[in-house]
């Protein structure tokens, strides 16, 4: 089945030290984005990429940045973890064209900041 | 400035009636909604879509209507079914080119046998 994978499912890291979260699609969709998601808060958009084009939002803090070495993979890393940076973190794909605005979601990677 | 709202955080509905799930947002811009559904522990899984140009939107027991004027969304569930319990979020993106979704923060929906 043609799907969206998320690495770890749970990653529990320090604070203040670097973390990678994984992506990887079976899709063959060009776009894919990172959300970050807090308890009881609706999902929040840090940043896609559209082919290898990355577009960063404007609120999305400095800390996080994002690599896609090639289509199936897209990493989110963390450089320096804080408390504050504890969420579940949701990547999604896209295909441009028809029904280009639905967002297929993977399980997430829930992070804990210790 | 929450521009996609969902005021009820939760919702008991009877096995076998209509569950109803209310969406407003605020900005005239959005043009293409969408209803997600999650499990806990799982990512959102797409569920039913409506572009601005419609109404009404029907996937079987799913069914989406759109009040432009009121700005409102809803999404009805008949009949509604244990395993339709989770959490609810509606969605909006506005303009083509646009990637970006705009969130409510969810209704907990529980089915009751």
């Known amino acids: 089945d043609a799907m969206v994978i998320q690495n770890p499912r749970y990653q529990v890291t320090q604070f203040g030290k670097p973390v990678t979260l994984s992506c990887s699609q079976t899709?063959?969709?060009?776009?894919m984005y990172w959300y970050q998601q807090k308890s009881s808060q609706a999902p929040k958009l840090l940043f896609h990429?559209?082919?290898?084009?990355?577009?960063n939002e404007a609120d999305t803090p400095d800390n996080f940045q994002s690599r896609r070495p090639n289509t199936s993979f897209c990493f989110l890393d963390i450089r320096s973890p804080g408390l504050g940076d504890a969420a579940m973190y949701l990547c999604?794909?896209?295909?441009?064209?028809?029904?280009?605005?639905?967002?297929?979601f993977g399980p997430g990677t829930r992070l804990l900041v210790l | 400035d929450q521009q996609v709202k969902q005021n009820s955080p939760s919702l008991s509905v009877q096995e076998g009636r209509i569950s109803i799930l209310n969406c407003d947002y605020t900005?005239?811009?959005?043009?293409?909604f969408l209803w997600y559904k999650k499990y806990p522990a799982e990512g959102p899984t797409f569920l039913i879509s409506?572009?601005?140009?419609?109404d009404k939107n029907e996937d079987g027991r799913f069914t989406v209507f759109l009040n432009k004027s009121a700005k409102h969304l809803s999404l009805h569930i008949v009949p509604s079914q244990p395993g339709d319990s989770a959490v609810y979020f509606c969605?909006?993106?506005?303009?083509?080119?646009?990637?970006?979704?705009?969130f409510g923060k969810g209704t907990k929906l529980s089915v009751i046998p």
């Open positions: 969605a909006a993106i506005a303009g083509a080119g646009s990637y970006q979704l705009t």
């Open positions: 409506i572009s601005s140009i419609k």
């Open positions: 999604a794909t896209s295909r441009e064209g028809v029904e280009q605005e639905t967002q297929y």
């Open positions: 899709l063959n969709h060009n776009v």
């Open positions: 990429y559209y082919d290898k084009d990355f577009n």
């Open positions: 900005n005239s811009m959005f043009d293409y």
